[in-house]
């Protein structure tokens, strides 16, 4: 029964298989039983798991470090340091330990090396993977670049920030990369960085539009030898202007010379300061700390006088109880005051070509405008007329070549806020041929157009009768209100393509409204030209978008991280600037 007469048989195994062949009836008996048992201690298993001392064990349990929570919040901590600027040693912080540690007690935070080494690389591919897919089959961007050095360590950083245009009309942007550049800043160096910077995204010369730099020599050499078009940065341009117009003036220098005294006393002081707050209250004034200029930013300059103005009765009385290095005359004032008017319109133009909207369709509409109010004569002038004269000169020799440049006039041409209202007879005649051989040529038409022999229209007569208190956006108006009135005497040509004759021939959109949204609507009206539209408004107008970039570098390599290795602080600048694609 049990198996047999020895020790060893006498096992369960051999009693089951007995009752198996000789006694099916309890065999089946004790199968059942069997199954029962074992379905009530899994019922017992679950209960107990689910039971409150079980879930609070559970709770104390530390995640193991490959689970897909731990994870997550790993992943989340290095966004935070990336995008908050945060140094890689806040997860040894006291403070923000305990904070994860009430967040989630089960969550071993990783060390500050995990976080740079591992962590970070792993985000800059996710967001760079990103990037490469928004960038394929995109056939025109254009780019921004410049240098920036860190003046807190020996870090010299190349910026490539890309533009462009997609199939809905979508301005996008995005950082490529914040490249280290160390050795001597020449054009051949700095095309050669290019063609690594290209390769890496693995773009071909043939899709770059244009690249927006400073008007450094250095800069325009690395970009012939590189072997791509590229523009000078209007912002840039336009600092040239004022200086060579207005700020090297003796009488406006030594203005300044005194006004950055004033402002540098008040600077130094705590005294001063707290003296001149309390004389503000007791005007009534608007609190408020006097403006320093910086010598390459002349909107710097331009804000500082207007500050100066905003205090001139808060100074006065302050000069009268207390010593002052110097004083600003009578005349003084009012030459200051005379030169913030005649610099308004150039502040008003510097702020709208800084945003993010502005193109290089603004460029020549917006030059056209500041010459014809340089162009008038004001109440205003006074003690500044020459300089206003020498100011005009400068804005005539510093943008004198972009009414010849194919880059500006297209762009100008296929923007429906302007189109070709703001050229003369003969770039428009040169915009208008060039734009039909543009959209030929995208189009992959064999027919070449010809624009034949056609009289040409009266030159537009400037008027400069005496009239004050003009803006940038009244000259607007008077030069799209004088066009009209030309375009109805002489009309347009209607030997040049269907699309182009009926997009010139419609009125214009307001200056308030968006252009690409003109061609999202458009587009199936005009499909030859929508093309060529996201081309040339790809480009922006300056280098803004890299001097942003590194406005952020310094917030990245600072005092307290000057140590940081170059690749660390690229990846970083690449992620913050780039993970709100991502996470959109």
């Given at each position: 029964?049990?198996?047999?007469?020895?020790?060893?048989?006498?096992n369960?195994t051999n009693?089951?298989?007995?009752?198996?062949n000789r006694?099916?009836d309890?065999?089946?008996q004790?199968?059942e039983?069997?199954?029962?048992?074992?379905?009530q201690q899994?019922?017992?298993k679950?209960?107990?798991?689910?039971?409150?001392?079980?879930q609070?064990?559970?709770?104390?349990?530390?995640?193991?470090?490959?689970?897909?929570?731990?994870?997550?919040?790993t992943?989340?901590?290095m966004e935070m340091?990336a995008?908050?600027?945060?140094?890689?040693?806040?997860?040894?912080?006291?403070?923000?330990?305990?904070?994860?540690e009430?967040?989630e007690p089960?969550?071993n935070?990783?060390?500050?090396r995990y976080?740079s080494?591992?962590?970070?690389p792993a985000?800059y591919?996710v967001?760079?993977?990103?990037?490469h897919k928004?960038?394929d089959n995109v056939?025109d961007i254009s780019?921004t670049?410049?240098i920036?050095?860190?003046?807190v360590?020996?870090?010299?950083i190349?910026?490539l920030?890309?533009?462009w245009?997609?199939?809905n009309f979508?301005?996008?942007?995005?950082?490529l990369?914040?490249h280290?550049?160390a050795?001597?800043?020449?054009?051949?160096?700095?095309?050669?960085a290019?063609?690594?910077?290209?390769?890496?995204?693995?773009?071909?010369?043939?899709?770059v539009?244009?690249?927006?730099?400073d008007?450094?020599?250095?800069m325009?050499?690395?970009?012939?030898?590189?072997?791509v078009?590229?523009?000078?940065?209007?912002?840039?341009?336009l600092?040239l202007?004022v200086h060579d117009?207005?700020l090297?003036?003796?009488?406006?220098?030594d203005?300044?010379?005194?006004?950055?005294k004033?402002?540098?006393?008040?600077r130094?002081?705590?005294?001063?300061?707290?003296r001149l707050?309390?004389?503000?209250q007791?005007?009534?004034?608007?609190t408020?700390?006097?403006q320093?200029?910086v010598a390459?930013?002349?909107?710097?300059t331009f804000?500082m006088?207007?500050?100066?103005?905003d205090?001139?009765r808060?100074?006065g009385?302050?000069g009268?109880?207390h010593?002052?290095?110097?004083?600003?005359s009578?005349?003084?004032?009012?030459?200051?005051?005379n030169?913030?008017?005649?610099?308004?319109?150039?502040?008003q133009?510097?702020?709208?070509?800084?945003?993010?909207?502005?193109?290089?369709?603004?460029?020549?509409?917006?030059?056209?405008?500041l010459?014809?109010?340089?162009?008038?004569t004001?109440d205003?002038?006074s003690?500044?007329r020459?300089?206003k004269?020498?100011?005009l000169?400068?804005v005539?020799?510093?943008?004198?070549?972009?009414?010849?440049?194919?880059?500006?006039?297209?762009?100008?041409?296929l923007d429906p806020?302007?189109?070709?209202?703001?050229?003369d007879?003969?770039?428009?005649?040169?915009?208008?041929?060039?734009l039909?051989?543009?959209?030929?040529?995208?189009?992959?038409?064999?027919s070449a157009?010809?624009t034949?022999d056609?009289e040409?229209?009266?030159?537009k007569?400037?008027?400069?009768?005496d009239?004050?208190?003009?803006?940038l956006?009244?000259?607007?108006?008077?030069?799209l209100?004088?066009?009209?009135?030309?375009?109805?005497?002489?009309?347009?040509?209607?030997?040049?393509?269907?699309?182009v004759?009926?997009?010139?021939?419609?009125?214009l959109?307001p200056?308030?409204?968006s252009?690409?949204?003109?061609?999202k609507?458009?587009?199936?009206?005009?499909?030859?030209?929508a093309?060529a539209a996201?081309k040339?408004?790809?480009?922006?107008c300056?280098?803004?978008?890299?001097?942003?970039?590194?406005?952020?570098a310094?917030h990245?390599?600072d005092?307290?991280?000057?140590r940081?290795?170059?690749e660390?602080a690229?990846?970083?600048?690449?992620?913050?600037?780039?993970?709100?694609?991502?996470?959109k």
């Amino acid at each position: 029964m049990r198996g047999g007469c020895r020790v060893k048989s006498f096992n369960t195994t051999n009693l089951i298989c007995h009752l198996k062949n000789r006694h099916p009836d309890l065999h089946k008996q004790l199968q059942e039983k069997n199954a029962a048992n074992i379905s009530q201690q899994a019922k017992t298993k679950a209960a107990a798991a689910g039971s409150p001392i079980q879930q609070v064990l559970d709770k104390t349990k530390k995640f193991a470090k490959d689970s897909a929570k731990a994870r997550s919040i790993t992943d989340k901590v290095m966004e935070m340091i990336a995008l908050d600027d945060q140094p890689f040693s806040v997860v040894e912080d006291q403070g923000f330990r305990r904070l994860i540690e009430h967040i989630e007690p089960r969550y071993n935070l990783p060390s500050r090396r995990y976080f740079s080494d591992v962590s970070l690389p792993a985000l800059y591919e996710v967001v760079a993977t990103h990037i490469h897919k928004l960038l394929d089959n995109v056939t025109d961007i254009s780019f921004t670049t410049d240098i920036w050095s860190s003046d807190v360590s020996q870090m010299s950083i190349l910026s490539l920030t890309a533009q462009w245009i997609n199939e809905n009309f979508e301005m996008k942007r995005a950082v490529l990369h914040a490249h280290e550049f160390a050795g001597s800043h020449t054009g051949v160096a700095i095309a050669g960085a290019f063609d690594c910077m290209f390769a890496r995204w693995k773009i071909k010369k043939d899709n770059v539009h244009v690249v927006l730099r400073d008007n450094a020599r250095n800069m325009q050499k690395a970009m012939e030898e590189c072997g791509v078009k590229s523009l000078g940065c209007m912002a840039h341009t336009l600092q040239l202007a004022v200086h060579d117009g207005v700020l090297s003036q003796r009488s406006i220098s030594d203005c300044l010379a005194i006004g950055r005294k004033i402002v540098g006393h008040f600077r130094h002081s705590q005294l001063a300061t707290s003296r001149l707050r309390d004389i503000q209250q007791e005007l009534g004034i608007k609190t408020m700390m006097l403006q320093q200029d910086v010598a390459t930013r002349w909107n710097s300059t331009f804000l500082m006088m207007k500050s100066l103005l905003d205090q001139k009765r808060a100074l006065g009385v302050y000069g009268a109880d207390h010593e002052m290095p110097v004083c600003l005359s009578a005349h003084q004032w009012g030459l200051i005051e005379n030169m913030t008017t005649l610099l308004a319109p150039f502040e008003q133009l510097t702020k709208e070509i800084s945003s993010h909207q502005a193109t290089t369709a603004d460029v020549i509409p917006s030059v056209v405008a500041l010459k014809r109010l340089l162009s008038k004569t004001a109440d205003t002038d006074s003690g500044v007329r020459t300089a206003k004269h020498t100011l005009l000169e400068a804005v005539n020799e510093r943008f004198g070549s972009a009414f010849s440049e194919p880059l500006y006039y297209l762009a100008t041409i296929l923007d429906p806020r302007y189109k070709d209202r703001y050229f003369d007879t003969v770039t428009k005649q040169a915009a208008v041929k060039t734009l039909q051989q543009q959209v030929d040529k995208m189009t992959h038409s064999d027919s070449a157009t010809e624009t034949p022999d056609t009289e040409e229209p009266q030159e537009k007569m400037i008027r400069t009768s005496d009239e004050g208190g003009k803006s940038l956006l009244d000259m607007h108006d008077e030069i799209l209100e004088e066009n009209s009135t030309m375009e109805q005497q002489a009309g347009l040509t209607s030997h040049i393509s269907v699309q182009v004759h009926g997009y010139l021939s419609e009125p214009l959109i307001p200056r308030n409204e968006s252009p690409l949204q003109y061609w999202k609507s458009n587009m199936s009206r005009f499909p030859a030209l929508a093309k060529a539209a996201r081309k040339y408004l790809s480009a922006p107008c300056t280098s803004v978008d890299s001097e942003r970039l590194f406005s952020a570098a310094s917030h990245i390599v600072d005092e307290k991280r000057n140590r940081i290795q170059c690749e660390k602080a690229e990846m970083l600048l690449f992620v913050k600037k780039n993970l709100p694609l991502v996470m959109k």
